[in-house]
C-alpha cells in the first residue's frame, strides 16, 4: 500500500465528496423553493402551488434517505479521516436541518389553506421574512460547498433579521386586530406561519454552524433547536 494506493484512494474520495456537493445542492435549492412558494400562498391562493409545495416536500424526505446512506457509506467504505471526517459528518447532520426546513414549508402551506389572502397583501414583512430565511439556506450549503468560514458565520449573525422581521409582523399583527382590520383567527395563522419562518432561520443557523464544525473541528453550542 504505497504512494500509488493512496492516491487513487484520494481521488475516489474527492469525487465522492464532490457528488456529496452536488446532491446537498440540489438539496438545498429544493428548500429554497419550497419556502417561496409557501410564502406566496400566504397571500395567493392556490391549489396547483399548494401541491407543488408539498410535491417538493416529498422530495425532500427522499433526498434525505438518499444522502444519509450516502454519507454512511462513505463512513464506512471510505473511512475518511480528520477534515474528511468532519465534512461527511456535518453533511448527516446539514440533511436533518433541510428535512425539517422542508417540513416547516409545508405547514405553512397547509397553514393557508383558512387564510384570506386578499386582507393581509402588501400590509406584513412576511414575503421579506421568506426571502431572509432563503437567504440564510442558500447561503449555508455554499459555504459548506466553498468551505467559506466567513459566509457561515454570516449566516448565523442573518439570524437576527428574520428575528427581527418576526418582532415586526407580530406587532403589525396586533395593530390591523385593534383597527379590525383582520379577524383575530387569521392573524393567529399568520403569526404561526412566521413562527416557521423564524424556525427554518434557526434551521439555517444550525446548518451554518455545522458548516463552521466541518472546517474548525469546533461547534458553538447553539440556542437555536427547534422542536419543529
Known amino acids: 500500500m504505497g504512494y500509488a494506493w493512496y492516491t487513487k484512494m484520494r481521488l475516489e474520495l ?4 464532490t457528488r456529496l456537493h452536488v446532491e446537498l445542492i440540489k438539496m438545498g435549492s429544493l ?41 454512511m457509506m462513505l463512513l464506512l467504505k471510505q473511512q475518511p479521516v480528520a477534515k474528511d471526517f468532519r465534512e461527511v459528518s456535518a453533511a448527516l447532520k446539514m440533511v436533518s436541518d433541510l428535512e425539517r426546513i422542508g417540513d416547516q414549508a409545508a405547514d ?3 397553514l393557508s389553506r383558512h387564510i384570506k389572502g386578499e386582507t393581509v397583501h402588501g400590509m406584513l414583512h412576511i414575503d421579506d421574512m421568506a426571502a431572509a430565511a432563503v437567504k440564510m439556506v442558500t ?5 459548506f460547498v466553498k468551505g467559506n468560514l466567513l459566509v457561515a458565520r454570516k449566516v ?3 439570524d437576527d433579521i428574520v428575528d427581527g422581521l418576526f418582532n415586526c409582523v407580530r406587532g403589525e399583527l396586533i395593530k390591523m386586530i385593534q383597527e379590525k382590520k383582520i379577524e383575530a383567527e387569521t392573524a393567529v395563522d399568520l403569526l404561526m ?11 439555517a443557523v444550525n446548518l451554518a454552524e455545522w458548516v463552521e464544525y466541518s472546517i474548525t473541528g469546533e461547534r458553538k453550542n447553539n440556542e437555536h433547536h427547534p422542536n419543529m
Open 108 to 110: 405553512i402551506a397547509d
Open 14 to 17: 474527492d469525487k465522492q465528496l
Open 139 to 143: 447561503e449555508s450549503v455554499d459555504a
Open 31 to 71: 428548500c429554497e423553493k419550497a419556502i417561496s412558494l409557501s410564502a406566496k400562498l400566504l397571500t395567493k391562493k392556490s391549489d396547483a402551488m399548494m401541491q407543488e409545495v408539498f410535491g417538493v416536500d416529498a422530495e425532500i424526505d427522499a433526498k434525505e434517505k438518499e444522502l444519509e446512506s450516502f454519507c
Open 193 to 203: 406561519a412566521a413562527k416557521y419562518l423564524e424556525r427554518i432561520g434557526d434551521h
Open 156 to 158: 448565523i449573525e442573518d
